[in-house]
């Protein structure tokens, strides 16, 4: 995982993202799927405990995790009360 993205990358891995998610959408409805109780997660997940950054530092220094950076790994899409999918 890259540590300094861009906020111009962020973007472009953003717009990537969601046209993944339009496209699976598209390949639910046409197998049928009930799309109304559709869920969109988005991953977050924070820096390695190890990482050193300015906002992971600043997290060690006042014990508060919720501080540490973020990593956006991308979105999730699944329809509530079918987790097999
Ligand atoms: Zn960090």
Not at 20 to 29: G, P, T, V
Not at 47 to 68: Q, S, Y
Request: net charge positive.
């Amino acid at each position: 995982m890259l540590r300094s993205r861009s906020p111009r990358i962020q973007e472009q891995l953003l717009a990537l993202a969601l046209r993944q998610i339009e496209k699976m959408l598209k390949e639910m409805q046409k197998e049928g799927k009930e799309l109304t109780r559709l869920k969109l997660k988005r991953f977050q997940k924070t820096h390695h405990i190890d990482c050193t950054c300015e906002r992971c530092t600043t997290a060690k220094a006042k014990h508060d995790p919720r501080l540490r950076g973020l990593l956006e790994d991308g979105f999730k899409v699944y329809v509530e009360g079918d987790k097999a999918s």
